[in-house]
T-cell receptor, first 118, second 116 residues
Framework: AQTVTQSQPEMSVQEAETVTLSCTYD???????LFWYKQPPSRQMILVIR??????QNATENRFSVNFQKAAKSFSLKISDSQLGDAAMYFC???????????????FGKGTKLSVIP | ETGVTQTPRHLVMGMTNKKSLKCEQH?????MYWYKQSAKKPLELMFV???????ENNSVPSRFSPECPNSSHLFLHLHTLQPEDSALYLC???????????????FGPGTRLTVL
């Protein structure tokens, strides 16, 4: 079974600075997908960024980028120019690439609570 | 209404009550999910429906009973719950195809359930 580990329960960052949230995962599969989700205090979970394991290029979405290290099974999220609205819980998630067995299940980490200091 | 909506947003019930949580998606998706989010634990997938058929049931106690009458609506019927069932229950939907984008999940705001 796959597991996702987020070793930082809480992080803080000064507004306009950069912060990196870590995520490691354990899998025996070679084809899979990784996601970062954000859950603000309003509780609506939204997708921040996704990465396909077969792509070597790191995904970027505006101020959000990932450092995907497949051999190390690491998938960290970098937030640049942090804004007050970035304060939220961030969840790392894994999905199997096997469309027959497990294409529906997302395995989540426990989350990292990010605070942004004005 | 747009996206994924859930009602009620908050629910307090006794252990002998019967209640239902409702989820509705306005995205034209084919797959819907129930998750349980407890404090300091990862999100736990409970049920998955694809085209109104249950495709996953992750060893959830029978006191939780899902229902998916059509691809836009998903219910979670609750009866004789325990205090440890208190949690945030999240609904999600996805297009349900074979690509990464097809399986991106869109979440509702959740129902905060308290069992006394």
């Amino acid at each position: 079974a796959q597991t996702v580990t987020q070793s930082q329960p809480e992080m803080s960052v000064q507004e306009a600075e950069t912060v990196t949230l870590s995520c490691t995962y354990d899998t025996s599969e070679s084809d899979y997908y990784l996601f970062w989700y954000k859950q603000p205090p309003s509780r609506q979970m939204i997708l921040v960024i996704r990465q396909e394991a077969y792509k070597q290029q790191n995904a970027t979405e505006n101020r959000f980028s990932v450092n995907f290290q497949k051999a190390a099974k690491s998938f960290s999220l970098k937030i640049s120019d942090s804004q007050l609205g970035d304060a939220a819980m961030y969840f790392c998630a894994y999905r199997s690439g096997d469309t027959l067995a497990g294409s529906y299940q997302l395995t989540f980490g426990k989350g990292t609570k990010l605070s942004v200091i004005p | 209404e747009t996206g994924v909506t859930q009602t009620p947003r908050h629910l307090v019930m006794g252990m002998t009550n019967k209640k239902s949580l409702k989820c509705e998606q306005h995205l034209g998706h084919n797959a819907m999910y129930w998750y349980k989010q407890s404090a300091k634990k990862p999100l736990e997938l409970m049920f998955v429906y694809s085209l109104e058929e249950r495709v996953e049931n992750n060893s959830v106690p029978s006191r939780f009973s899902p229902e998916c009458p059509n691809s836009s609506h998903l219910f979670l019927h609750l009866h004789t719950l325990q205090p440890e069932d208190s949690a945030l229950y999240l609904c999600a939907s996805s297009p349900g195809g074979g690509t990464t984008e097809d399986n991106e999940q869109f979440f509702g705001p959740g129902t905060r359930l308290t069992v006394l």
